[in-house]
C-alpha cells in the first residue's frame, strides 16, 4: 500500500502553496515599499510565514525576485497570447484595452512588475522573462502587421502608456486605450 505517495504530495502541494504565498507577499512588498524593502523577514511577514521560510525556497534575495518577475512575466504573457488565438474574441484591440485598463485599477501589482522590469536593466539574469512578454506582445501585433518596425513601435508604446498611465491622476479608459491601440495597429 502506497503510504509515502499521498504524503509526498500533501509536501509537494503545501511547498507549493508556500512558494506561491512567497511571491505574492514580494509583490505586496514591492507595491508598498519598492524592491529595495524586499527582505527575506519582511517577505515572510507579509506572508504570514517563520523569517527562514524564504531561504528555503529561493536562492537568496535575487533568486526570489527573479522568481516574482518570471511569474508575473508569463501570466500577462499568458493573458496576451490567449488574445492571439483563433476565436479568442471578437475585438482583441478592445480586448487588450480592456486588460491595460484592468490593471490600471488597481495599480499596485503594476506598478510592482514596472519596478522590477527597472531591475532587469541592471541584471541581464532578470531578461529572460522580459523577453517572452515582449514575444507574446509582438505576436499579438503580428495579427494586424508584419512591419518589424511598427511591431517595435507597438510593443514600446504598450509598455509606455502603462507606465505612463502610472504617473498621471487621470488614467486612461478602455475606449482610450483602444483608440490608440487602433492607431498603432491599423487594420490593413
Same mark, same amino acid.
Given at each position: 500500500?502506497?503510504?509515502?505517495?499521498?504524503?509526498?504530495?500533501?509536501?509537494?502541494?503545501? &511547498?507549493?502553496?508556500?512558494?506561491?504565498?512567497?511571491?505574492?507577499?514580494? %509583490?505586496?512588498?514591492?507595491?508598498?515599499? &519598492?524592491?529595495? &524593502?524586499?527582505?527575506?523577514?519582511?517577505?515572510?511577514?507579509?506572508?504570514?510565514?517563520?523569517?527562514?521560510?524564504?531561504?528555503?525556497? !529561493?536562492?537568496?534575495?535575487?533568486?526570489?525576485?527573479?522568481?516574482?518577475?518570471?511569474?508575473?512575466?508569463?501570466?500577462?504573457?499568458?493573458?496576451?497570447?490567449?488574445?492571439?488565438?483563433?476565436?479568442?474574441?471578437?475585438?482583441?484591440?478592445?480586448?487588450?484595452?480592456?486588460?491595460?485598463?484592468?490593471?490600471?485599477?488597481?495599480?499596485?501589482?503594476? %506598478?510592482?512588475e514596472f519596478e522590477l522590469c527597472?531591475?532587469?536593466?541592471?541584471?541581464?539574469?532578470?531578461?529572460?522573462?522580459?523577453?517572452?512578454?515582449?514575444?507574446?506582445?509582438? &505576436? !499579438?501585433?503580428?495579427?494586424?502587421?508584419?512591419?518589424?518596425?511598427?511591431?517595435?513601435?507597438?510593443?514600446?508604446?504598450?509598455?509606455?502608456?502603462?507606465?505612463?498611465?502610472?504617473?498621471?491622476?487621470?488614467?486612461?479608459?478602455?475606449?482610450?486605450?483602444?483608440?490608440?491601440?487602433?492607431?498603432? %495597429?491599423?487594420?490593413?
Amino acid at each position: 500500500m502506497p503510504v509515502s505517495e499521498p504524503i509526498t504530495d500533501g509536501r509537494r502541494a503545501k &511547498g507549493e502553496r508556500r512558494r506561491r504565498a512567497l511571491i505574492e507577499a514580494t %509583490l505586496r512588498v514591492i507595491e508598498r515599499d &519598492g524592491a529595495s &524593502g524586499v527582505t527575506h523577514r519582511t517577505v515572510a511577514r507579509e506572508a504570514g510565514l517563520p523569517a527562514t521560510t524564504p531561504t528555503y525556497y !529561493f536562492d537568496g534575495i535575487d533568486g526570489l525576485l527573479t522568481e516574482v518577475l518570471t511569474t508575473c512575466m508569463d501570466e500577462d504573457a499568458a493573458k496576451v497570447v490567449r488574445l492571439t488565438e483563433p476565436d479568442a474574441c471578437a475585438d482583441p484591440r478592445r480586448a487588450l484595452a480592456e486588460l491595460m485598463a484592468d490593471a490600471l485599477a488597481a495599480p499596485g501589482h503594476l %506598478l510592482a512588475e514596472f519596478e522590477l522590469c527597472l531591475l532587469a536593466a541592471r541584471r541581464p539574469e532578470l531578461r529572460d522573462s522580459t523577453g517572452r512578454w515582449t514575444e507574446s506582445l509582438i &505576436g !499579438f501585433a503580428r495579427r494586424f502587421t508584419t512591419d518589424p518596425v511598427r511591431l517595435q513601435l507597438f510593443v514600446g508604446a504598450y509598455d509606455g502608456l502603462l507606465l505612463q498611465a502610472l504617473t498621471t491622476d487621470e488614467r486612461p479608459s478602455a475606449d482610450e486605450f483602444e483608440a490608440m491601440l487602433h492607431q498603432l %495597429l491599423p487594420t490593413s
